[in-house]
């Protein structure tokens, strides 16, 4: 009877097996449908609403990509000759041993100056997109700010690491010798555009292979443009975060200023000054007495019909 017993417990008892499932299966649910969200809002942010502006505006909101894309047709066929290479050598040449004035005043030019031992269609096929889309989804003026201020950053980080010499600050220094390398051109300008739009268009996706790829390329090839490439993407980052959240940042800073600049003794009265005390209630209206004045009563019964007490 007792084993019968227990076999028929041990048979009514529920099973544990598979029983996360049920509790796994909402959390796979909303993480899916999170990415459904995330990928639809970056799929309108990057293609359909550019697609829709370029509708718009047409072939002439394109202007600065396709300057960018035939400026380094041009130079990239002026640098097949000899003393075309020259020329492209002194116009938009930047290494890190020019003085500085002179590194400025071409790097504006070598935006348009590809690298001979890289494809230059593809470049120029990267150049074109990124460009086009930044000027349909930010503007030409901020477009041009972009890539000239992303491609600085990479160009006078060069500098810095090259003046700290290949033992200075945790090994991140450069040796002498690189200060001979030609700059990035307009690989930089492409990542800074890419990198900029993924942070104020809040698409991960590009963000990722546009950051990625640099960490990679860093990785796989440890050279300058690795890492003029990195510089790049955190001063689109920096910028981006600034745009983003530009108006909470400058607000943060005000008040941070307005608190600085207030003399302590002011600060310590206000922290020690005693809470106000709430002013009394008015006090209420006095009740109208009628002018034959309040009835008193003198101790007798008078009665209303005779008038006698």
């Given at each position: ?20 499932v049920p ?19 970056e ?8 697609v829709?502006?370029?509708a ?16 380094v ?10 003393a075309?290479?020259t ?21 504006p ?35 041009l ?11 006078l980080?060069?500098?810095a690491?090259i ?26 300008a ?89 002013a009394?209630p ?27 007490p």
């Amino acid at each position: 009877m007792r084993v019968g017993a227990a076999g028929s417990d041990r048979t009514s008892r529920p099973t544990n097996t598979g029983g996360h499932v049920p509790a796994i299966r909402p959390a796979l649910a909303r993480g899916a449908r999170g990415t459904g969200r995330v990928l639809r809002g970056e799929w309108h942010a990057i293609v359909v609403d550019p697609v829709r502006r370029l509708a718009h505006r047409g072939l002439p909101g394109l202007l600065l990509a396709f300057v960018a894309a035939f400026g380094v047709i041009f130079f990239h066929d002026l640098a097949q000759h000899p003393a075309g290479a020259t020329w492209v050598r002194r116009l938009g040449g930047v290494t890190a041993d020019l003085p500085l004035w002179l590194s400025l005043l071409r790097t504006p030019v070598s935006l348009y100056v590809p690298a001979l031992d890289l494809p230059v269609w593809a470049g120029i096929t990267q150049l074109f997109l990124a460009f086009a889309l930044a000027e349909l989804v930010l503007g030409r003026a901020r477009t041009l700010f972009i890539s000239y201020a992303t491609t600085l950053a990479g160009t006078l980080t060069a500098r810095a690491m090259i003046a700290l010499g290949p033992d200075g600050w945790w090994g991140l220094g450069l040796p002498p010798e690189a200060g001979q390398v030609l700059d990035t051109g307009p690989s930089a300008a492409v990542v800074g555009l890419f990198t900029y739009l993924a942070v104020v268009r809040r698409a991960p996706v590009v963000f990722t292979l546009t950051g990625g790829s640099m960490v990679w390329e860093s990785i796989a090839i440890p050279n300058l443009a690795g890492r003029e490439h990195l510089i790049a993407v955190g001063a689109a980052v920096v910028l981006g975060v600034l745009h983003t959240h530009g108006a909470r940042l400058r607000h943060l800073l005000r008040s941070l200023t307005v608190r600085r600049t207030e003399p302590p003794a002011a600060r310590r009265d206000t922290s020690l000054a005693p809470a106000a005390v709430p002013a009394p209630p008015p006090p209420a209206p006095a009740r109208a007495v009628t002018s034959a004045g309040p009835r008193q009563c003198d101790g007798f019964r008078t009665s209303t019909r005779a008038g006698t007490p």
